[in-house]
């Protein structure tokens, strides 16, 4: 019996993607674990790879299509014998330059029941799971129980994503009714309301792509649902810039060139360690909190931002978390992050500094439990331990918190400890 491709759900924000090349052409035999297409989501260009093995019979969505809903059919498998007769009446696949705003029944055709390319493990409670042969294998390398994950995959599907980015022991996360319903939009005049205002003025209009309304829809929940407060500290950093500039110099020959950045996230991963309490996040109905210091830093790209997590952090050396968050930058300009490279993390760091900006407030991006904002280093006067004035160069940094997590005592512990590190940068080497 034929068996539809469904257009996958590739981050756990996707709705819709533009399937932008296929890998493949009709007639061709997949198996799998092959790769059959490009999409691209919200936050990257990612490939999509074969569930079920067979011949590729019909292709229903074009490439360079766009707005084509997650568990769309884009094309069809065929056993061997089997013929595009055989097919029947597939639901018409969305064309190109079709409306965002088509109704349920022409954006979700029935979808026809998946086969499995080889038998599928059975969870303790006597359910089915699928997952992918390569799923298989990399969970049993990993030690990973397939019943504790999330399948991204058609039809909940474990892919080869989900497990390269679960942790042994975790438990997937709620899905269906069970998941909290997503913030609705705030209230305003409608779109209609806004052309009409501006109707005898000159304007474009900038679609938004996908990764803009994910951003939007985040920060407009987590604005709405999170109860943010905001603790403010100014950091002299003579004393960094002294020790980095020595650094940089024994490590000229070595090709790596420290940046204040680097240091930032090497303090607030040595904070979370010594103030553990506040390496934590909301998960709904309980508070997570993380042994390890994964820290998300805010990269900003052509049309929006990601937030690529540096895992492990204080347990690196400088010169370690400088290469990989050079790497993280560069690849996610590109789009090339996968889903486990920026999600996680319990804290995020967002440095306007070098574009200037003296302070500012940063949204908490769910769920973390907090992000520090940092802004420019700029010579001020200050009043030296000795009661005599001076210059030194001060940065002003703003730590938002969510109040669910993280009491105000606790945040000016974790803020302090972050400021300790940074005065006194020798320290974060012992």
């Known amino acids: 019996?034929?068996?539809?491709?469904?257009?996958?759900?590739?981050?756990?924000?996707?709705?819709?993607?533009?399937?932008?090349?296929?890998?493949?052409?009709?007639?061709?035999?997949?198996?799998?674990?092959?790769?059959?297409a490009e999409i691209e989501t919200d936050k990257a260009t990612m490939e999509f790879e074969a569930v079920d093995e067979g011949i590729v019979g019909k292709i229903l969505v074009p490439e360079g299509s766009e707005n084509v809903k997650v568990n769309v059919a884009i094309?069809?498998?065929?056993?061997?014998?089997?013929?595009?007769?055989?097919i029947g009446?597939?639901?018409?696949?969305?064309a190109a330059a079709k409306p965002?705003?088509?109704?349920?029944?022409?954006?979700?055709?029935?979808?026809?029941?998946?086969?499995?390319?080889?038998?599928?493990?059975?969870?303790?409670?006597?359910?089915?799971?699928?997952?992918?042969?390569?799923?298989?294998?990399?969970?049993?390398?990993?030690?990973?129980?397939?019943?504790?994950?999330?399948?991204?995959?058609p039809k909940g599907r474990i892919v080869k994503a989900d497990v390269e980015s679960a942790v042994p022991g975790t438990k997937p996360a709620a899905t269906g009714a069970t998941a909290?319903?997503?913030?609705?939009?705030?209230?305003?005049?409608?779109?209609?309301?806004?052309?009409?205002?501006?109707?005898?003025?000159?304007?474009?209009?900038?679609?938004?792509?996908?990764?803009?309304?994910?951003?939007?829809?985040?920060?407009?929940?987590?604005?709405?649902?999170?109860?943010?407060?905001?603790?403010r500290r100014d950091i002299q950093l003579?004393?960094?810039?002294?020790?980095?500039?020595?650094?940089?110099?024994?490590?000229?020959?070595?090709?790596?060139?420290?940046?204040?950045?680097?240091?930032?996230?090497?303090a607030s991963a040595l904070a979370l360690q010594a103030v553990p309490d506040a390496n934590a996040v909301w998960a709904g109905d309980r508070i997570l909190k993380l042994a390890p210091s994964d820290v998300a830093v805010a990269v900003a790209i052509e049309g929006g931002l990601f937030t690529p997590v540096l895992k492990d952090s204080?347990?690196?050396?400088?010169?370690?978390?400088?290469?990989?968050?050079?790497?993280l930058a560069t690849r996610a300009r590109d789009k090339k992050l996968a889903p486990h490279e920026y999600q996680g993390g319990?804290?995020?760091?967002?440095?306007?500094?070098?574009?200037?900006?003296?302070?500012?407030?940063?949204?908490?991006?769910?769920?973390?439990?907090?992000i520090l904002a940092v802004g420019a280093g700029t010579k001020k006067p200050v009043v030296n331990e000795d009661g005599e004035l001076g210059v030194a160069t001060v940065m002003s940094v703003t730590l938002s918190v969510d109040h669910r997590v993280i009491d105000g005592a606790l945040g000016a512990q974790f803020l302090d400890a972050i400021k300790s590190n940074l005065e006194n940068p020798i320290g974060m080497l012992a």
């Open 100 to 153: 965002a705003a088509a109704t349920a029944e022409e954006a979700a055709p029935a979808a026809a029941p998946e086969k499995s390319a080889s038998p599928a493990p059975i969870a303790a409670s006597g359910s089915r799971i699928f997952a992918t042969p390569l799923a298989r294998r990399i969970a049993a390398d990993k030690g990973l129980d397939l019943s504790a994950v999330k399948g991204s995959g």
């Open 180 to 231: 909290a319903a997503p913030a609705s939009a705030p209230a305003g005049p409608g779109t209609d309301q806004v052309l009409a205002m501006y109707q005898d003025r000159d304007f474009e209009e900038v679609p938004l792509n996908g990764m803009r309304k994910t951003i939007a829809a985040r920060l407009t929940e987590a604005k709405q649902t999170i109860p943010h407060f905001y603790l």
């Open 1 to 36: 019996m034929p068996t539809e491709i469904l257009m996958p759900a590739l981050s756990p924000t996707m709705e819709e993607g533009t399937l932008a090349k296929w890998l493949v052409k009709e007639g061709d035999t997949v198996s799998s674990g092959d790769l059959l």
């Open 89 to 94: 009446t597939s639901a018409p696949a969305p």
């Open 75 to 86: 094309a069809v498998l065929l056993e061997d014998g089997e013929s595009t007769d055989d």
């Open 314 to 327: 204080h347990l690196k050396s400088l010169s370690a978390l400088s290469a990989e968050m050079k790497d």
């Open 346 to 370: 319990s804290f995020a760091i967002s440095n306007l500094g070098m574009f200037g900006i003296d302070n500012f407030d940063a949204v908490i991006n769910p769920p973390h439990g907090s």
């Open 238 to 266: 003579d004393a960094l810039l002294k020790f980095r500039s020595t650094l940089n110099k024994q490590l000229e020959a070595r090709g790596v060139k420290l940046s204040v950045n680097d240091f930032i996230i090497k």
